[in-house]
């Protein structure tokens, strides 16, 4: 019994609290320009992003979007440009818990930063912009969106002016993302010439009727549309051939941009890919007309992707090029979820978004922790941060929880996706898949735990006084280490969650 | 609940003290300690299970939940107690308390974080012996490895940074085989298994087991993985030629830790080799095993001894003798006979006890001289009389002298050994085991007539004296309990025996 009747668009709510929220920083800036009252500019940020969180957890758990609820069903806005179904909102959460994570721990790291109301500004609008992505149905909302996201994130990386490394990491990650953008476009263009559509639902009818019929002559149009598409989610999810601006930028950005982009933007990114691919690219039809099957270029990517990532991240001393490497890696995980979609499973995607989900916490976690060695100007190798544990243990046994839980091992969240990754690769038949998941955890284990041994076992080189504890950094490496172990015994409601999302989309 | 309540004041108590003052945490660790160790003893008195927990015997303290449907596996939260699992319960919630008490003098640097790591262990040790869902199961059983990493790591000795990570490197790829194995074993046996619960995979084994994987039959499969298995737990146990870990880590760990690792972590191992592979397979796959596993044992019990005999470092010669003693252990299971498998059972219960103590004197009499070489010392029981008494009880203890439980653990077996019909040549493989006796006797003798007897003379700086109470206490708490199990072996080989059986009769054995 619903007392007050909402509107449909009361659906995106939680993206809509994260555009409310940028231009309620807008309006503090204005009242007060170069306010540097961080309690106010971050509070706002923090309680904008937790409302936007909490109304999309309740969603969820109310079951909009959800298809044989009663009055609610997947909810199509403006004709079928947006959508609001299950897959929505549980990236719109992911995307909401990163970016309070990343107020939270940004009032502490920028402190003293000349710009605060235009930083948490262009957070909540990058943010904005990959809630948008999470619920974007036409080619043309996901590339509006994907800009929406990734121009205050060119800003955000080059953010510290000052800093040599940040500039031109933001002119390395602007560059790239323009090339890739432009490639992206040209793959909606070449897309809309083959099927005369941009909405994913069109396209997938039209696709069927194109195989129904003739088979069209765009078939190589269409392959072609296909792969530049796929550049375009390469960049944002940081995978390969357009991984190599990722540990750029992670390591010349504030490191809670880092965290921000590594984990928020990757989920955002992650989102698209699933949507289009299983919304408008029916695999049986397109396999027909281009003569391909489109998840043999996931197989390749997933296991290049990961490879690349590990092998780069074992060969770090710097952290957190070493966290960005590691992140390339994990974008190969994830990768999985769209290389076993052959079997017609949907378990594998939902996989997938497990693993995006718990990222979420231990990855923004690692690279809060390198916020925090960063405010307390340690250094950036492995060897500064030897015997850290001495001075600071709570945020150490933080870093362990992260780092344990990144490489999967139990008994933390990260074990749980990965062993559903590998499941779901080997009932796909993608035993190479599988094999290499294992054999890169394996390695990946090799410079996870050499970072706790650096932090825990080792002495340090220099004397240290003793370490300042920064609320706002503290409060979000420790909470992302709850969730990051919370979520090994409450893995039960994501797994339902995520499977029932992934298998609306996949049907 | 009282499983629950067991591993949950155990978890709780570890966050509380690593968040305490390291002055107070060495006495609240042990206060908490306390509360695991009188629960279990109370679950001990109240037992009222029957029959094997994997072969639909009746549990005691059973608790089950659901926790994650995925795909066509159900994975819970299912825990339980038989015959086998509390003795080794118990065993873990008392030796940690002496354990956290025996570290009062030696650790002297982040007191916090040390017992909150032992707590930590404590609970998923306990976690490891109550678990009957393999997830489950298998995440306590890596979760033992991390805090165990940085015990050695942290508070160890010279070359701890390279024993611990041998420690980890060896364990973690053993049980990355192990759990590969099982994945595919499970997978295997299809629509066999709904869930991941042990007691239902091990009924779909006995029960014509699995048809096959990508291509693999049924009959290789289940080998292959009984030997992946084998393998995986081999390393945790250690036999050899996987033991080389386990000198270097024991050497390197403070005594507490080595207390914990001897006593109950390579227990951890035997306990799975127990459960997974010689309860789950059916006994035509374990037949071709048998006489290869055997000479495993043997070579491990006369090896292990010839290297305790050939070091001059007493905590070396106590670690080597573990391999030793472990190898007992593979024999009596391979044994397949009441008294093998009870006797091995029984012996891992023994061999933690009197480990425990040998750890235990060595490390106070280190903390007394800073020295474990045998030939740097003489005549130390004129200075520490009752460490070094309690020594020599340990080390007669090891010897198997009667009326300790070193004694009742190796007859059972050699007894249970003799007479197996499952083993082909079992006389001659159990005369071998029992030559190890000899030379057990031969190092640990050798050992204390030149360290312990004779005039005092030791080139220190340090005014050696005798041991502060807290140091001797829980030594004679232990050296009670190997008394008492050998006087009165059925205080649990009673119940031992009762879960054993089943492994016997109803796994078609």
């Known amino acids: 019994m619903v007392l007050v009747e909402l509107p449909e668009w009361a659906a995106l709510a939680p993206m809509l609290l994260l555009a409310g929220t940028a231009l309620a920083l807008f309006v503090i800036d204005s009242i007060s320009p170069r306010s540097t009252n961080r309690t106010i500019l971050a509070g706002t940020a923090t309680a904008g992003s937790l409302a936007a969180l909490a109304v999309a957890v309740w969603f969820t758990a109310a079951g909009v979007g959800a298809p044989g609820m009663d009055g609610f069903g997947v909810i199509e806005l403006f004709d079928g440009q947006l959508i609001v179904d299950q897959m929505a909102l549980y990236f719109m959460i992911v995307v909401a818990v990163v970016t309070a994570l990343v107020s939270v721990a940004s009032y502490d790291y920028m402190e003293g930063h000349a710009y605060q109301a235009e930083y948490y500004s262009l957070v909540m609008l990058a943010a904005t912009g990959m809630a948008t992505m999470a619920a974007a149905n036409s080619l043309v909302t996901i590339f509006i969106a994907l800009e929406l996201a990734s121009l205050p994130s060119y800003a955000l990386v080059s953010i510290l002016k000052d800093n040599r490394g940040s500039v031109e990491a933001g002119l390395k990650y602007f560059l790239v993302g323009a090339l890739s953008s432009a490639i992206f476009v040209y793959g909606i263009s070449l897309v809309y010439g083959a099927t005369g559509f941009l909405q994913l639902d069109a396209i997938a009818v039209e696709l069927e009727a194109l195989a129904a019929g003739d088979g069209g002559d765009f078939g190589g149009l269409l392959g072609l549309g296909i792969l530049m598409l796929i550049g375009g989610f390469a960049f944002k999810t940081a995978s390969v051939p357009f991984h190599f601006w990722a540990p750029e930028a992670y390591e010349g950005a504030p490191a809670p941009i880092s965290a921000f982009l590594s984990s928020a933007s990757k989920a955002a990114g992650f989102v698209i890919a699933f949507r289009v691919f299983t919304t408008a690219f029916p695999l049986d039809v397109t396999t027909e007309l281009i003569g391909v099957d489109w998840t043999v270029a996931f197989v390749i990517l997933a296991v290049v992707t990961m490879t690349v990532g590990n092998f780069a991240a074992a060969t770090q001393d710097n952290v957190k090029r070493m966290l960005a490497y590691s992140s390339i890696g994990h974008a190969g995980y994830a990768l999985i979820g769209l290389a076993g979609l052959g079997a017609g499973s949907e378990t594998v995607m939902g996989a997938a978004m497990m693993h995006l989900l718990v990222y979420g916490f231990m990855n923004t976690g690692a690279f809060l922790f390198v916020g925090l060695a960063e405010h307390w100007g340690v250094g950036r190798t492995f060897e500064d941060y030897n015997g850290l544990a001495k001075q600071a243990p709570i945020a150490c046994a933080a870093l362990a929880v992260f780092m344990f839980s990144l490489a999967g091992i139990p008994p933390f969240g990260g074990f749980f996706s990965k062993y559903f990754l590998f499941t779901g690769a080997i009932e796909a038949g993608l035993l190479v898949v599988a094999a290499a998941l294992v054999v890169n955890s394996a390695l990946s284990l090799y410079y996870y735990a050499r970072l706790v041994k650096a932090v825990w076992i080792d002495d340090p080189v220099v004397e240290r006084d003793s370490l300042s504890q920064p609320t706002g950094l503290y409060a979000a490496i420790v909470f992302a280490a709850v969730m990051t172990v919370v979520l090994l015994p409450g893995f039960g409601p994501v797994v339902d969650t995520a499977l029932d999302a992934a298998a609306v989309v996949v049907a | ?509």
Do not use: C
Request: no cysteine; hydrophobic share 60%; net charge negative.
């Open chain 2, 1 to 509: 609940m009282m499983i629950e309540a067991l591993i949950g004041v155990a978890l709780i108590g570890a966050l509380v003290t690593f968040l305490a003052p390291n002055r107070i945490a060495g006495k609240l660790a042990f206060a908490i300690s306390l509360i695991p160790a009188a629960l279990s003893l109370w679950m001990f008195a109240t037992f009222d299970g029957s029959g094997n927990a994997l072969l639909g015997g009746e549990l005691a303290f059973e608790s089950q939940a659901e926790w994650i449907q995925f795909g066509a596996y159900a994975i819970s939260w299912f825990v339980g107690l038989d015959g086998i699992s509390l003795p080794l319960v118990v065993l873990t919630t008392i030796l940690v308390s002496l354990a956290i008490v025996s570290s009062w003098t030696p650790i002297d640097d982040r007191e916090s974080q040390f017992y909150g790591l032992v707590l930590f262990i404590e609970a998923n040790l306990i976690g490891v012996f109550v678990a009957l869902d393999f997830f489950l199961w298998f995440i306590f059983w890596e979760a033992v490895l991390i805090p165990m990493y940085l015990l050695i790591g942290i508070w160890g000795g010279p070359r701890r940074k390279y024993a611990a990570i041998k420690f980890f490197v060896y364990t973690n790829v053993a049980s990355l085989l192990m759990f590969g194995a099982f994945i595919a074993l499970v997978f295997g046996l299809g629509d066999a298994v709904t869930s991941f619960a042990l007691p239902e995979i091990t009924a779909a084994m006995l029960d014509g087991g699995p048809d096959g994987f990508f291509g693999v039959g049924g009959t290789t499969l289940m080998s292959a993985v009984f030997v992946a298995m084998f393998i995986g737990f081999a390393v945790k146990v250690p036999v050899v030629p996987f033991h080389t870990w386990l000198p270097d880590a024991h050497v390197e760990a403070p005594t507490p830790a080595s207390v914990l690792l001897a006593g109950i972590l390579l227990k951890m191992g035997t306990y799975a080799l127990l459960r997974f592979n010689f309860t789950m397979f059916p006994t035509d796959v374990i037949e071709p095993f048998v006489v290869p596993i055997a000479v495993i044992a043997v070579i491990s019990v006369i090896y292990g001894a010839m290297l305790a005999l050939a070091q001059t470092d007493l905590k070396r010669i106590v670690a080597y003798s573990s391999v030793s003693s472990m190898g007992y252990v593979i024999l009596g299971l391979i044994a397949f006979t009441q008294f093998g498998v009870g006797g091995a059972t029984f012996q891992m219960v023994s061999h933690g006890l009197i480990s425990g103590l040998m750890f235990m004197a060595v490390g106070v009499i280190y903390n007394a001289t800073h020295t474990r070489m045998v030939t740097d010392m003489s005549g130390m029981a004129d200075r520490m009389p009752v460490a070094v008494g309690i020594l020599i009880a340990g080390a007669f203890g090891y010897m198997g002298l009667p009326l300790m439980s070193g004694f009742a653990a190796e007859y059972f077996i050699f007894f249970g050994a003799f007479g197996s019909e499952f083993l082909e040549y079992a006389p001659i493989f159990t005369a071998l085991a029992m030559f190890g006796i000899v030379v057990v006797a031969g190092y640990l003798l050798f050992a204390m007539q030149r360290a312990v007897f004779g005039p005092y003379n030791l080139e220190t700086d340090y005014d050696v004296r005798r041991a502060p109470l807290h140091d001797v206490a829980p030594m004679f708490v232990l050296l009670g309990l190997i008394i008492a199990l050998g006087v009165a072996p059925d205080l649990i080989f009673e119940m031992i025996t009762d879960a054993v059986d089943p492994i016997l009769e109803g796994g078609e054995l």
